[in-house]
């Protein structure tokens, strides 16, 4: 439900204020980032209509606020990025074909897999716990998760699950990850014609 009000205070240096509703009531928090349209100033007095939603403490506070006279655009949700799929799926993919083809140990594509599937159920729980405000599982553990094999799972879960997949510091950091990974494989396949990656080979 939409509402309406003045904004009775209004904070420039910390961009946040209170608004007052029509028809009285408890003044309700604002922070700048409600505002559809960031770039006007807030002024006391302002005609603001918004929605009510709960903060991670679980105070109400105004969101998708906007100005007297200006109309509500609701931004549509981003769709996955199907490139990180695919090329965390293909990866997988020629990791198998070159398995069945005896260049790889199959106890390497076994150990990508299944730190993949253990790295997509933590970021499916931690992604539960944000929901929850509940203790999250620390980036550092993410990107371990990655670094050593799990990063097709966590490309997977950060599309489909739409968790960690925006906050433009961890994905710098998780792409490194991915790099130096990747980056090690090829290093260790090139090693005495890949005789390293022998010793994980099943013996038989």
Not at 133 to 156: C, K, M, Q
Request: proline share 3%; glycine share 6%.
């Amino acid at each position: 439900m939409r509402l309406k009000g003045n904004l009775t205070k209004w904070n420039s240096d910390k961009a946040y204020g209170f608004i007052a509703p029509n028809g009285g009531g408890k003044q309700v928090f604002i922070h700048k980032r409600a505002f559809t349209n960031r770039i006007r100033v807030p002024q006391l007095n302002d005609v603001i209509t918004f929605s009510i939603a709960k903060d991670k403490q679980g105070r109400s506070c105004a969101v998708q606020a906007t100005f007297s006279g200006e109309k509500l655009i609701k931004r549509k949700a981003k769709q996955s990025n199907a490139f990180s799929i695919y090329f965390a799926s293909i990866f997988l993919v020629l990791m198998t074909i070159a398995t069945l083809m005896n260049y790889l140990p199959v106890n390497l594509v076994l150990f990508y897999s299944s730190t993949s599937f253990i790295t997509f159920i933590v970021y499916a729980f931690d992604k539960s716990k944000a929901k929850r405000n509940a203790w999250r599982t620390p980036e550092s553990t993410l990107h371990l998760l990655a670094l050593i094999g799990g990063w097709p799972g966590a490309i997977i879960a950060q599309q489909t699950l739409r968790h960690k997949s925006q906050k433009k510091s961890f994905r710098i950091v998780f792409w490194a990850t991915v790099i130096i990974n990747c980056s090690a494989l090829v290093w260790l396949m090139s090693m005495n014609d890949g005789n390293i990656l022998n010793l994980l080979r099943i013996p038989i």
